[in-house]
């Protein structure tokens, strides 16, 4: 079974600040790793994603996160909040080599203050 | 541009009504899944399908069925719907294997039973 964990449903930060979402994953099998986003009235939208290899994975954006093992984290962070950056962020994972059910996250509503 | 297309972006209807969600993808996929997506709760998964006539009952299924005769066309049935079925629901597909592909979002409805 696998599970994933956001810590803090809302994070504000200024614009040009760095941005850090936090995201801790749960799996009893080496995991494939996301990152959602979500704008106001809108589906999601794939951001990044962690398969094998480099464990550091850019994205759309500007955004990238880092997959640390041994601290079964996924932090997506950015080094200059834009105010387009505004949304909702989902963390998720699901298990390599079997069913292709993904489980989300709660969710983190990012605010950028100008 | 692929695309999962919801039929309605807003949809009210009465308690008890049986209600229709329609979902189509034009990307050939073999999966495709029924999301609901409340405020606090995250993303939870309601039904998926791996394939043509195939179900599958996700974490949620109670008071839902799905339906899917083609291979691009995903239904989601609320059988006799109730007002806690007020939701944000998610259509997604994906083509395996998921950690390369990730889902695809269609753009949600938003639904409210009273």
């Known amino acids: 079974a696998q599970s994933v964990t956001q810590l803090g449903s809302h994070v504000s930060v200024s614009e040009g600040a760095l941005v850090l979402l936090r995201c801790n994953y749960s799996?009893?099998?080496?995991?494939?790793l996301f990152w959602y986003v979500q704008y106001p009235n809108q589906g999601l939208q794939l951001l990044l994603k962690?398969?094998?290899?480099?464990?550091l994975v850019k994205g759309i954006n500007g955004f990238e996160a880092e997959f640390k093992k041994s601290e079964t984290s996924f932090h997506l962070t950015k080094p200059s909040a834009h105010m387009s950056d505004a949304a909702e962020y989902f963390c998720?994972?699901?298990?390599?080599?079997?069913?292709?059910?993904?489980?989300f996250g709660i969710g983190t509503k990012l605010q950028v203050i100008p | 541009d692929v695309k999962v297309t919801q039929s309605s972006r807003y949809l009210v209807k009465r308690t008890g009504e049986k209600v229709f969600l329609e979902c189509v993808q034009d990307?050939?996929?073999?999966?495709m899944f029924w999301y609901r997506q409340d405020p606090g709760l995250g993303l939870r998964l309601i039904y998926f399908?791996?394939?043509?006539?195939?179900?599958e009952k996700g974490d949620i299924p109670e008071g839902y069925s799905v339906s899917r005769e083609k291979k691009e066309r995903f239904s989601l049935i609320l059988e006799s719907a109730s007002t806690n079925q007020t939701s944000m629901y998610l259509c997604?597909?994906?083509?395996?294997?998921?950690?390369?592909?990730?889902?695809?979002f269609g753009s949600g409805t938003r639904l409210t039973v009273v």
């Open positions: 962690y398969t094998t290899g480099a464990t």
């Open positions: 998720a994972v699901t298990l390599t080599g079997g069913y292709q059910k993904v489980t």
């Open positions: 799996s009893s099998v080496p995991p494939y």
């Open positions: 399908s791996y394939d043509v006539k195939m179900k």
């Open positions: 990307m050939d996929h073999e999966n």
């Open positions: 997604a597909s994906s083509s395996p294997p998921l950690g390369e592909n990730g889902y695809t």
